[in-house]
């Protein structure tokens, strides 16, 4: 990310800045949607994958999905947030936990609209998801809280800071 660019170049003046990206290949081609594991759930898939820690911000998510009570959030990685564990109570949410990342562009193929629900945090600060490009990589719309590293990337992906523009924006992006 910029950030951590910016703190080692002034300690080595040799630094170079690599960002993240996505393998192409492993995401070029999805599965047909009724081929995919998601492909019974009640449309539309609104989607993140991903580590379930302390920078993701449960309590949005939470206010999201009470709001659009007929969409459905699927949430696919290792839960070590109570917060977020707590989500699965939420009838309009599924918490797959971890799989395999071979499987990722199979639930991708599913998702509707992606999700980068951080909390701003100095972790996050910066942190340039990876799962952004894959998200990108297929097309996919993308709603993220407002990470300095997405701003670039604008109108691609839209940031919202709280959860009656985060839901607005998953809306938008479905239509």
Known sequence: SRP???????????????????????????????????????????????????????????????SRPDYTFVLIGDVANQDAARLSELANVRLLGEKPYELMPSYLAEFDVCLIPFRISPLTLATDPVKLYEYFSQGKPVVATPLPELRRHQPLVTLSADAASFAASIDAALH
């Open 4 to 66: 951590l660019f910016e703190k080692i170049r002034r300690t080595r003046g040799d630094a170079v800045r690599l960002p993240n990206a996505a393998d192409a290949e492993r995401f070029e081609s999805l599965p047909s949607r009724n081929a995919s594991p998601l492909a019974r759930l009640t449309r539309p898939v609104i989607g993140y994958y991903g580590a379930i820690a302390e920078w993701f911000d449960a309590a949005l998510v939470r206010d999201v999905a009470r």
